[in-house]
């Protein structure tokens, strides 16, 4: 710190040193920043969306990864927002919704259709449940009814 004087004797390099420092604490911050529940629960969506248009597909692979990425959404909420606006989310999501991602990800390896299908009106279900015992009953999920991603093929690699 002895230094610090001589270099301010420079008023232009002192306020260039201010400077640069602000910059550096600013993009250090933006670097910190990490996604909210609700930001959880929109890429969560487009998870469950997916995740119905590869399974109806047998795109198994891509069925595969999503059920994988929406697993990890909702455990880092677990991990991360154990208690989210005085409802005790991280518990709610593994006694509601845990099991039936295992079941989801047991057919998706058994490549069977039918019981994807079963298990991800289930999962579906669990969606709903914990919105109506997170106080958003009006948050209601469902199968998609066709594909919101014109950019993304669904179908199975030949
Ligand atoms: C804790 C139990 C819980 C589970 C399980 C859960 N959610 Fe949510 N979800 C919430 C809560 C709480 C909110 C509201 C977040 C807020 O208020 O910021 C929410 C919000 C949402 C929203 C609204 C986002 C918006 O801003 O429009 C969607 C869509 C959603 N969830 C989809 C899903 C889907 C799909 C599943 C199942 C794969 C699911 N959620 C499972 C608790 C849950």
Known sequence: MKHLPLACAAALACTLSIHGGTALAESS?????????????????VRHAKLWLAGDARNWDLADYEIDELKEGLEDIVKYFPVYKDVPVGQMIEATIMAPIKDVEAAVKAKDRARFTAAFDKLTAACNTCHQSANRPFIVVQRPTGSAFPNQSFAPKK
């Open 29 to 45: 911050n933006s670097k910190s920043y990490s996604p909210g529940v609700a930001d959880i629960m929109i890429a969560t969506q």
